[in-house]
């Protein structure tokens, strides 16, 4: 089975930037979509990068300009987060979706177990 692990969260000043990385095993595909999805105390878990295995790139709005995701090859994904704000505030969870490059008419989702990012002012 695939197995996803998060490192790189921390705590950090406003402005200031974290790097997160994520280490992926098992039979995982180069074609998975893979990203970055986050949650706060007291809020649905949103996303906020992802990447297609053709390498396309999506950001939510919130992030655009700050954050890049990368994939630097079929078992490591990263995120550089930089001018960070207190709202971006959450545990960070890395995320595959195997569905289409297995042939699957559905999503076929794995998740780390995610990583604290912590801005304070």
């Known amino acids: 089975q695939v197995q996803l692990m998060e490192s790189g969260g921390g705590s950090v000043q406003v402005g200031g930037s974290l790097k997160l990385s994520c280490s992926a095993t098992g039979h995982i595909l180069s074609s998975c979509e893979m990203g970055w999805y986050r949650q706060a105390p007291g809020k649905e878990r949103e996303w906020v990068a992802v990447?297609?295995?053709?390498?396309?790139k999506d950001y939510r709005d919130a992030v655009k300009g700050r954050f890049t995701i990368s994939r630097d090859d079929d078992y490591t994904l990263s995120m550089q987060m930089n001018s960070l704000k207190t709202e971006d505030t959450a545990v960070y969870y890395c995320s595959a979706d195997c569905g289409a490059a297995y042939g699957l008419q559905h999503g076929l989702n794995f998740w780390g177990q995610g990583t604290q990012v912590t801005v304070s002012s």
């Open positions: 990447i297609s295995g053709d390498g396309t």
